[in-house]
């Protein structure tokens, strides 16, 4: 059994800065991928940054150059740092990883979800 446990949430000014962090622990041989993504309400959830292992990130257009996704392998733990919030950020964040829990078998996980609002 694997679980994605993510942290870091809240309520911060337009402008202001949050960290999110996801902690992937349980039967894991290797961690593929990992990424963030983010559903507003009403609308599809859609990717904001992934990070694949041995390559470079990717970012969604509307979150390039001012949010850094970052992976510490030996925490299998994944961040990502928001900055220039704006309130269309608003939205549940959720982490994802492509996990091996063995040699021959894969599947995606999901964390619960975290809410970041960005309000005045």
């Known amino acids: 059994q694997v679980r994605l446990v993510e942290s870091g949430g809240g309520l911060v000014q337009p402008g202001g800065s949050l960290r999110l962090s996801c902690a992937a622990s349980?039967?894991?041989?290797?961690?593929?991928?990992m990424a963030w993504y983010r559903q507003a309400p009403g609308k599809q959830r859609e990717l904001v940054a992934n990070?694949?292992?041995?390559?470079?990130?990717n970012y969604a257009d509307s979150v390039k150059g001012r949010f850094t996704i970052s992976r510490d392998n030996a925490k299998n733990t994944v961040y990502l740092q928001m900055n220039s919030l704006k309130p269309e950020d608003t939205a549940v964040y959720y982490c994802?990883?492509?996990?091996?829990?063995?040699?021959?078998?894969?599947?995606?996980?999901w964390g619960q979800g975290t809410q970041v609002t960005v309000s005045s």
């Open positions: 990070i694949i292992s041995g390559g470079s990130p």
């Open positions: 349980g039967s894991i041989f290797t961690i593929y991928s």
């Open positions: 994802s990883s492509h996990i091996r829990t063995t040699p021959w078998a894969s599947t995606d996980y």
